[in-house]
């Protein structure tokens, strides 16, 4: 299993204390990488001491932006980074080669087997978006995550 390591993080500021380190992880982008990604970001999430609900809405939109990427792009890597803190996580996944056409939720038939992973994405994300990776020909779709309150539930 793919590891989110990091360096050991000098001490924070209390400003900081409420942030979590930005990290990452590289993987090829197969169909394999979905489970790795998944299980990496779970053990970095539970690290972190992120809720229950959050992580299972995080390992949503991970794995359907890892997903789009190995579907609908040409790339041979992706790179799934997570960062955020006061209660907001943010998500990106960068593929190598962009699709002819941006990711934009659509609206399945009801016997079509996929085309709703952006609308999950929205469904459980406060914002999402793409935007072109600033370097080579790659776009990075990310997603955040703010925790739900008890009213939202």
Request: glycine fraction near 10%; hydrophobic fraction near 40%.
């Amino acid at each position: 299993m793919a590891s989110l390591a990091l360096p050991p993080a000098p001490p924070r500021t209390p400003r900081e204390q409420d942030t979590h380190p930005a990290c990452a992880l590289r993987l090829p982008a197969t169909a394999s990488s979905v489970g790795t990604v998944r299980a990496a970001v779970r053990e970095r999430l539970l690290a972190w001491g992120v809720g229950s609900q959050m992580c299972d809405d995080a390992l949503l939109v991970v794995s359907e932006l890892v997903t789009n990427v190995i579907a609908h792009t040409a790339s041979d890597r992706l790179e799934c980074r997570l960062g955020g803190g006061a209660g907001l996580l943010r998500i990106e996944v960068e593929d190598q080669a962009r699709a002819h056409t941006l990711p934009a939720p659509r609206t399945p038939g009801p016997d079509e087997h996929g085309g709703r992973g952006l609308l999950l994405v929205g469904a459980v994300s406060s914002a999402w978006g793409v935007r072109d990776a600033p370097h080579g020909r790659g776009r990075i779709v990310w997603a955040e995550l703010a925790s739900r309150t008890e009213e939202r539930r």
